[in-house]
């Protein structure tokens, strides 16, 4: 039961960790006025810092992993918003369909290519693993 307790702490620590991340991006995209959103700069930071193993990634795996679980309830309220174009939807409906389609199976095949290629290059790295 301890465990378990320390585990959901964990993860919540975690998850308040990359918020801070979140909101210092958003604050470096509004204090020095860049084209970038915060989102993407906190993405970045988060990157560069995980990458350079000032931070580790046990810090923040678990946090996470459990957004990215969670992550499809996010999409709900978006989705039920989209009841209100309906007329919208009749008229272009067809075009909005085949955008994200194209959209996402481009997005899935650079994915894939990334994660190939970093595998093979992990392989490269470390061929007795």
Known sequence: ???CVMRIIQIIAQIALIFCFSLSGDWVSETFQ???PGN???????????????LPLVAVERGGTFLLFVMPLFFVPALSGI???T????ASGLQVVLIVVVS???T??????IVDRLAHR????????
């Open 122 to 129: 992990k392989e490269a790295v470390n061929p007795h693993e």
């Open 108 to 113: 899935l095949v650079g994915s894939a290519y």
């Open 34 to 36: 860049l084209p970038l």
């Open 83 to 85: 009841m209100d174009y």
């Open 1 to 3: 039961m301890l465990s």
């Open 104 to 106: 996402s199976l481009l």
């Open 40 to 54: 993407i700069i906190s993405l970045i930071l988060l990157y560069v810092t995980l990458k350079s193993r000032l």
């Open 87 to 90: 007329t919208f939807l009749r």
